[in-house]
């Protein structure tokens, strides 16, 4: 679950620049928040992203326990220049993790969030736009 300022605008990011499908939306007024669910499929086979709007709050602290989202590429350059054409910022570009041979990049949501994008490798391996 992450937590938004702007629901339309991270609907937007997540659906546009990173491709995910808005699986379901719930308000509810009495306790001031909606929530959205998102992703590339429906839950259980495969995972969904909430994101939770809380009323009136448009701005989040990013404390140090976040990470990163990591979601899997099939050719992380092609997945790359899909979110640059689609708005979206790539804040590293695909190559080698540090000690390993892995290929990453991660882009940044419109509240901060850091999404690693992981190439599969052929034989299967690796996490990872799915």
């Known amino acids: 679950m992450l937590r938004v300022g702007d629901l339309q605008r991270s609907i937007d990011f997540y659906t546009k620049v990173l ?3 808005l699986l379901r939306t719930s308000d509810n007024p009495e ?10 499929g429906h839950n259980p ?19 140090n326990a976040y990470g990163h989202i990591a979601i899997s590429a099939d050719d992380i350059v092609a997945a790359c220049t899909a979110v640059r054409a689609n708005g979206g910022s790539v804040t590293r570009e695909p190559g080698p993790v540090k000690g390993g041979s892995t290929v990453i990049a991660f882009v940044t949501d419109p509240d ?3 999404i690693e994008l992981i190439e599969r490798s052929f034989d299967g ?3 990872g736009l799915r």
Request: charged share 20%.
């Open 19 to 21: 491709g995910m499908q």
């Open 31 to 40: 306790y001031k928040y909606t929530l959205a669910f998102l992703g590339y």
């Open 45 to 63: 086979e495969h995972a969904e992203l909430e994101l939770t709007y809380n009323y009136g709050v448009d701005k989040y602290e990013m404390g």
């Open 112 to 114: 901060g969030y850091k």
């Open 125 to 127: 391996q690796g996490a």
